[in-house]
Nanobody, 114 residues
Framework: QVQLVESGGGLVQAGGSLRLSCAASRSIFRINAMGWHRQAPGKQRELVALITRGGSTNYADSVKGRFTISRDNAKNTVYLQMNSRKPEDTAVYYC????????WGQGTQGTVSS
């Protein structure tokens, strides 16, 4: 099992930046993929960014060029750097890991004011 704890959420103005962190309870070296999803009020949860064990990344079209996902295997942590944030980025952000089973964090709120 893997427990995931997100941190770094908060309120920023449009155009600002925020970095989310997701700390795993065990080594992420062999975890197939880790990523971030988000869910805005009244909307379905959607994939934001994904990074594989080999370092390949995938992004939602809406965040390409603005968000960057990375992983630090030594710290068992995955990051999401969010730049040039827009009001429509406001959502609860969930960390995700696929290590045989799917694991989710509790979520962290990221709000962008216009």
């Amino acid at each position: 099992q893997v427990q995931l704890v997100e941190s770094g959420g908060g309120l920023v103005q449009a155009g600002g930046s925020l970095r989310l962190s997701c700390a795993a309870s065990r080594s992420i070296f062999r975890i197939n993929a880790m990523g971030w999803h988000r869910q805005a009020p009244g909307k379905q949860r959607e994939l934001v960014a994904l990074i594989t064990r080999g370092g390949s990344t995938n992004y939602a079209d809406s965040v390409k060029g603005r968000f960057t996902i990375s992983r630090d295997n030594a710290k068992n942590t995955v990051y999401l750097q969010m730049n040039s944030r827009k009001p429509e980025d406001t959502a609860v952000y969930y960390c995700y890991a696929n290590g045989g089973s799917n694991y989710w964090g509790q979520g962290t709120q990221g709000t962008v004011s216009s």
